[in-house]
């Protein structure tokens, strides 16, 4: 039977060996019950991609060639789903998916399923020209939200779990976010779009590199506190021990930290003073559809955040890519199939 999708399309695999990569000709995706096919347009590479690009560590769980890609967004080209989103529709998925009836799933936190499924992970994701996803996964991105600034859903979501939920961050707080990579810029943007006072704090190498497009973001970049600033809430999405000691130092007895980051080496934590000062020490990872909804949100005041933040590479450039994401060229990196 003749079809109007190509029998072939390019597809980026994991491998085997450090920092080898596949770019493969495979066939077009076929939809099982309740799955929708979508022609992707962008699609982020994270931290997650790059540990699995060097051969790291903890992400030999990943089969050798998986489709890499969870940070997907593009348009519906078929649907096995008659009550869902039509095709034309542009979409962002839900990286992570849980069984359903755990549990977990039963407080939709997929991520405390035991048999949970991630794109990119543990099913094909999206660094492909197209891939398929569970209707359950999709959400419509609005009209005036791009493909270039949409593709920052995910991380904006993981972000916004991290400040609004996990951080139960308000208009009345003050808050410092350290680390000014993709999660800690936009968690600072998710502490101003919700009142707070809020600055990002790196090191001078950070506000060397990232100062000017700080400001193009209306964020305060900084090495040191200013004179007066006290803050209640810290968001830690640096990684870095140093960060952790500034966090608990600076925060007042009954302070709130919250922990987005992950370490390369277990970070040291001055536990003794957190403990004196009764902090409340939350951790956050990942994001639930929520937390994609505040993202969308949010973009939808920033329409042309992806202009900033994000720079495009061909699909068959991906080795470029990764180098480009380990040297934080850009605060997001993305390839375009």
């Keep these: 039977m003749a079809t109007m999708f190509p029998a072939a399309h390019a597809a980026v695999r994991a491998s085997m060996d450090q920092r080898s990569i596949e770019v493969r000709m495979r066939e077009t995706p076929q939809l099982h019950a309740g799955e929708v096919l979508v022609q992707t347009e962008y699609c982020g590479l994270c931290g997650s991609d790059l540990h699995i690009w060097n051969g790291d560590d903890g992400y030999g769980w990943v089969p050798c060639g998986t489709v890499l890609g969870h940070e997907i967004v593009g348009r ?29 799933c039963m407080m939709d936190y997929a991520n405390g399923c035991p048999d949970k499924v991630t794109l990119g992970l543990t099913r094909d994701g999206g660094a492909a020209r197209f891939v398929a996803i569970p209707a359950t ?62 600055v990002l704090k790196g090191t001078a190498h950070d506000v060397a590199a990232r100062g000017g497009l700080a400001d193009r973001l209306g964020l305060d970049l900084v090495e040191t506190l200013p004179p007066g600033f006290k803050p209640n809430v810290w968001i830690e999405a640096a990684g870095a021990s140093s960060a952790l000691a500034d966090a608990v ?16 080496a277990p970070p040291a934590l001055a536990a003794n003073d957190a403990v004196r000062k009764e902090l409340d020490i939350t951790t956050s ?38 180098e480009k994401v380990g040297r934080g060229a850009m605060p997001k990196i993305a390839v375009e199939p």
């Design 285 to 322: 990872y990942s994001s639930h559809r929520p937390d994609y909804q505040l993202a969308l949100d949010i973009l939808q005041t920033h329409p042309g955040l992806g202009d900033l933040l994000v720079e495009t590479v061909p699909l068959t450039s991906i080795a470029v890519a990764f």
């Design 76 to 104: 519906i080209v078929r649907s096995d789903d008659p009550g869902g989103l039509k095709p034309g529709t542009r979409v962002v998925a839900i990286a992570q998916s849980g069984c359903g009836s755990c549990p977990a």
């Design 137 to 198: 996964q999709l959400l419509a991105v609005p009209h005036d939200v791009p493909a270039r600034t949409a593709v920052l859903t995910e991380p904006l979501s993981v972000a916004a779990r991290a400040v609004a939920d996990r951080g139960s961050v308000t208009a009345a707080d003050t808050v410092v976010v350290s680390g000014p990579g993709t999660i800690g810029i936009l968690s600072a943007l998710v502490c101003r779009h919700l009142g707070a006072r809020v």
């Design 249 to 264: 130092r600076e925060l007042p007895a009954q302070g709130r930290l919250v922990v987005v980051a992950l370490y390369g």
